[in-house]
C-alpha cells in the first residue's frame, strides 16, 4: 500500500483473486479510483468506485489504452500454485500465467503516453529456495534453485525490464498467504478435517 502514496488512480490486473479483492477494498476505502482487469465480463460486478475492464493476459487489446489513465498498477495475475501437484504441464501454466502476463503488461506500459509511474508486481518468498531455518534473508540474498525460485526469478526479470522507461518497479515478494475464504489456507485445513494433519515443520 505505501507504494501508492498519493496517487489516486490504480489498475490492477488480478483484481478478483483472493489478494486483489482485499487490495481493491482498501483502495477504495481511502478515496481512490481503481480498475480492475478481469478475464471474464460477468466477474464482480457492481462494486462501487470500481471499474471493471475485460482483458486478455496472453494477447494485446484494447485494454493498452488504460495504462495512460493511471499512475500505478498492482499486477496480481498468476495461476493458483499451491496445492497443485506439479505436472509439467502444471508448471508451464504457472509460469506462463505469471512471466508472459507480465511480459504483456510492461509492453503496455511502454506504449502508454503518460504512463503510470508504479508497477507493484507480485512475486514470492519462493525465490529464496529451500533455506536453514534459522539463516536470516532479506533482499540482497541470493536466489534458490529450484522451481519456484527459477519461477521468481523470471517473473521478477519480466516486471523490471519495466525500469527502462523509467517507472518504478517493486517486486512484492509474498509469503504464504492465510485468510477466511481464500490462499493457501483451504489446501493446509484440509488433512486435518480429514484427521490426517500433524505437526507443520519443526
Known sequence: MGGFAGMNRILVPGGTGFIGRHLVRALVARGDAVTVLSRRRDRS???????????????????????????????LVGEQAVGRRYTTAVMHRIVESRVESTRLLVQALAAAEPRPKVLVCASAIGYYGPRPADEALDERAAPGSDFLAELTQKWEAAANEALKFG???VNARFGIILGAGGGALPEMARPFRMFLGGPIGS
Open 45 to 75: 460486478r457492481g462494486e462501487s468506485g470500481v471499474n471493471f475492464e475485460v482483458w486478455d493476459p496472453h494477447h494485446r487489446g484494447d485494454w493498452f489504452s488504460l495504462m495512460q489513465e493511471h499512475q500505478a498498477v498492482a499486477h
Open 167 to 169: 517507472v518504478r518497479v
